[in-house]
């Protein structure tokens, strides 16, 4: 069983910056692919961005592309979700997702993840 939880939502005004954390409760964190996806009120939730195991590979929406970064530090059991000039677009709750994916990189479908953390709230003014 793995239990994530995110923390670092809030208020910003657009074209702020803000970090998303993620930390699993989990021994073999680095055996888990990792991703964020976002649900905005009426939509379904949509990917934003994934990593593997070992932070080799990346994958973006492209929405998010070149204003997102996402990383991971196995040593702390976290994944991080650096957002950059951020949108009114962007407003919506983030989710931390796991998967155990031991190779293949990260999976970008929702469906393919099935541990989920609470999620944070993250709401851009323009």
């Known amino acids: 069983q793995v239990q994530l939880v995110e923390s670092g939502g809030g208020l910003v005004q657009a074209e702020s910056s803000l970090r998303l954390s993620c930390v699993a409760s989990?021994?073999?964190?680095?055996?888990?692919?990792m991703a964020w996806f976002r649900q905005a009120p009426g939509k379904e939730r949509e990917f934003v961005a994934a990593?593997?195991?070992?932070?080799?590979?990346?994958y973006y929406a492209d929405s998010v592309k070149g204003r997102f970064t996402i990383s991971r530090n196995n040593a702390k059991n976290t994944v991080l979700l650096d957002m950059n000039n951020l949108k009114p677009d962007d407003t919506a709750v983030y989710y931390c997702?796991?998967?155990?994916?031991?190779?293949?990189?990260?999976?970008?479908?929702?469906?393919?993840?099935?541990?989920w953390g609470q999620g944070t709230q993250v709401t851009v003014s323009s």
């Open positions: 997702a796991a998967v155990w994916r031991l190779s293949g990189g990260a999976p970008t479908k929702r469906d393919e993840y099935n541990y």
């Open positions: 989990v021994r073999t964190f680095n055996n888990y692919a």
């Open positions: 990593i593997s195991r070992l932070g080799t590979s990346t």
